[in-house]
């Protein structure tokens, strides 16, 4: 089961970086109005609970979504058949968030932006974004966001790159704990720089019509 708290900061930062509406707590979990033609609501539950399978059942809608921190076999059977799951996801968290020495690969320059939601870009000579994130404080925790290296330009250490600068940030504003959602490719990458499996996220979604 994943501390309520942890996860209410997650998905606050979450929000913050995404800027929709912030999240409103319901039985046992929270729920954001997201407002997106293809995500209306996101629910998000710290552990599978009574209110869980509740849940589910009464919504029809597409393009709702349900996290939860469990397994997805174990979401799987507590769903209707018109929930779909997704690729699983992983909770991560840091303790320490102090910058690792990381040197940019030639060609590539970092730009940062400062502010409730703060960037850092690395371009390539001519201006074009090769890889990019994000991190929002919230409290005590630095909360990271859509950490993603483009394609063409992987495997060049541009992801550290970016995380080694988004962390400094969190650093100077006195926050050295982290939490992030990862794909299993990104857990790799995390892994490497210090952090550490808090828990399977699995998202199930309502599909709509394409």
């Given at each position: 089961m994943a501390d309520y708290t942890i996860v209410k900061k997650s998905i606050?930062?979450?929000s913050i970086a995404r800027e929709v509406a912030l999240?409103?707590?319901?039985?046992?979990g929270f729920c954001v109005n997201v407002g997106w033609p293809k995500q209306v609501k996101r629910y998000v539950f710290p552990s599978v609970t009574p209110e869980f399978p509740r849940l589910a059942n009464t919504i029809q809608?597409?393009?709702?979504?349900?996290?939860?921190?469990?397994e997805p076999e174990v979401v799987a059977g507590l769903l209707p058949p018109r929930w779909v799951i997704q690729p699983i996801g992983y909770m991560m968290t840091c303790d320490d968030t102090t910058p690792a020495k990381t040197l940019l690969a030639n060609g590539y320059n970092l730009q940062v932006e400062h502010g409730t939601v703060s960037v850092a870009r690395i371009l390539t000579a001519d201006g074009v974004v090769a890889a990019i994130?994000?991190?929002?404080i919230v409290d005590d925790y630095a909360i990271y966001d859509r950490i993603e290296t483009h394609s063409n330009h992987r495997r060049k250490g541009l992801g550290s790159a970016v995380m080694?600068?988004?962390?400094?940030?969190a650093i100077n504003r006195g926050?050295?704990?982290?939490?992030?959602?990862?794909?299993?490719?990104?857990?790799?990458?995390?892994?490497k720089l210090g952090w550490a499996l808090y828990s399977v996220y699995t998202t199930a979604v309502i599909p709509g019509n394409e």
């Amino acid at each position: 089961m994943a501390d309520y708290t942890i996860v209410k900061k997650s998905i606050t930062g979450w929000s913050i970086a995404r800027e929709v509406a912030l999240p409103f707590e319901i039985d046992e979990g929270f729920c954001v109005n997201v407002g997106w033609p293809k995500q209306v609501k996101r629910y998000v539950f710290p552990s599978v609970t009574p209110e869980f399978p509740r849940l589910a059942n009464t919504i029809q809608e597409p393009w709702h979504f349900l996290k939860v921190c469990a397994e997805p076999e174990v979401v799987a059977g507590l769903l209707p058949p018109r929930w779909v799951i997704q690729p699983i996801g992983y909770m991560m968290t840091c303790d320490d968030t102090t910058p690792a020495k990381t040197l940019l690969a030639n060609g590539y320059n970092l730009q940062v932006e400062h502010g409730t939601v703060s960037v850092a870009r690395i371009l390539t000579a001519d201006g074009v974004v090769a890889a990019i994130g994000r991190v929002v404080i919230v409290d005590d925790y630095a909360i990271y966001d859509r950490i993603e290296t483009h394609s063409n330009h992987r495997r060049k250490g541009l992801g550290s790159a970016v995380m080694a600068a988004l962390n400094e940030i969190a650093i100077n504003r006195g926050v050295n704990k982290g939490v992030l959602v990862a794909t299993e490719q990104g857990m790799s990458l995390y892994g490497k720089l210090g952090w550490a499996l808090y828990s399977v996220y699995t998202t199930a979604v309502i599909p709509g019509n394409e």
